[in-house]
């Protein structure tokens, strides 16, 4: 067992923020470090988002590593049941991963980006976990925090409504929520961008939104909605806001 952790520490989430190690927690840097295992969310044959912002702070040591590979990502809808049956064997060996390495008095940590508990993955291990074992988790800056700063968009003035919306959503219904809002952040976007773009134009916000991709990392991108072609391919790391106009002293 590690000098560095109990035997007794338990699980933790670490949340490591946008992408920016630099917005990181000092706990989450304090946790990267004393872990003896680090596990983390990723595509087969791909280094996980949430590795590669660890990376930079404590570089790569395969010996600490627990790579758990996603079995479906987009190959089957997020709807057929078939989806929700493949994710449910996939968390539940995850967890029998993990608790094998605790009971060998290896301390774990998982690591997230953005923070644990928004659309993360650790939520189905938490859920799955906090009966059994102690867990921990580590908050940490958003993903949807770091796009409106970047943006140098204000989200939220006076007393505006801010509605998050996945844009796995629906066409009309995303468009009915928007309208009903005063500011927005959709998250999701991937395939979804043609319907999200027709659910803002329908909801009259075209001009006023945002696209975010990358916000914090270098390749950080912020443009207009009216700007990003209907074909466009989003990435993992995209976002759209739409700020509010609320009141201003």
Same mark, same amino acid.
């Given at each position: 067992?590690?000098?560095?952790?109990?035997?007794?520490?338990?699980?933790?989430?670490?949340?490591?923020?946008?992408?920016?190690?630099?917005?990181?927690?000092?706990?989450?840097?304090?946790?990267?470090?004393?872990?003896?295992?680090?596990?983390?969310?990723?595509? $087969? %044959?791909?280094? *996980?988002?949430?590795?590669?912002?660890?990376?930079?702070?404590?570089?790569?040591?395969?010996?600490?590593?627990?790579?758990?590979?996603?079995?479906?990502?987009?190959?089957?809808?997020?709807?057929?049941?078939?989806?929700?049956?493949?994710?449910?064997? /996939?968390?539940?060996?995850?967890? $029998?991963?993990?608790?094998?390495?605790?009971?060998?008095?290896?301390?774990?940590?998982?690591?997230?980006?953005?923070?644990? /508990?928004?659309?993360?993955?650790?939520?189905?291990?938490?859920?799955? !976990?906090?009966?059994?074992?102690?867990?921990?988790?580590?908050?940490?800056?958003? $993903?949807?925090?770091?796009?409106?700063?970047?943006?140098?968009?204000?989200?939220?003035? %006076?007393?505006?409504?801010?509605?998050?919306?996945?844009?796995?959503?629906?066409?009309?219904?995303?468009?009915?929520?928007?309208?009903?809002?005063?500011?927005?952040?959709?998250?999701?976007? *991937?395939?979804?961008?043609?319907?999200?773009?027709?659910?803002?134009?329908?909801? %009259? !916000? *075209?001009?006023?939104?945002?696209?975010?991709?990358?916000?914090?990392?270098?390749?950080?991108?912020?443009?207009?909605?009216?700007?990003?072609?209907?074909?466009?391919?989003?990435?993992?790391?995209?976002?759209?806001?739409?700020? *509010?106009?609320?009141?201003?002293?």
């Amino acid at each position: 067992m590690s000098e560095r952790m109990s035997m007794g520490a338990p699980i933790v989430g670490i949340g490591l923020g946008p992408g920016d190690p630099d917005l990181m927690s000092v706990r989450a840097r304090t946790a990267l470090e004393r872990a003896d295992r680090l596990a983390h969310f990723c595509k $087969a %044959g791909r280094r *996980g988002n949430a590795r590669t912002i660890a990376d930079a702070v404590i570089g790569v040591d395969p010996t600490r590593e627990i790579a758990m590979v996603y079995p479906v990502t987009t190959e089957i809808a997020v709807e057929d049941p078939a989806y929700a049956q493949a994710l449910a064997g /996939f968390y539940e060996d995850c967890i $029998a991963r993990l608790l094998a390495e605790r009971e060998a008095g290896r301390s774990v940590g998982v690591l997230c980006e953005g923070d644990p /508990f928004f659309y993360g993955s650790w939520m189905h291990l938490w859920r799955r !976990l906090k009966d059994r074992v102690p867990v921990e988790t580590i908050p940490a800056i958003t $993903a949807m925090s770091g796009a409106w700063t970047a943006a140098g968009a204000p989200i939220t003035w %006076g007393d505006d409504v801010l509605t998050v919306l996945p844009g796995t959503l629906p066409a009309a219904e995303l468009a009915r929520r928007l309208r009903e809002t005063d500011a927005a952040v959709v998250m999701k976007l *991937g395939r979804n961008w043609p319907k999200v773009r027709e659910a803002l134009t329908e909801a %009259g !916000l *075209g001009g006023r939104a945002v696209y975010v991709e990358r916000a914090t990392m270098a390749a950080e991108r912020v443009v207009p909605v009216a700007e990003v072609p209907d074909d466009h391919v989003a990435p993992y790391f995209s976002l759209v806001i739409v700020p *509010g106009d609320g009141r201003r002293p």
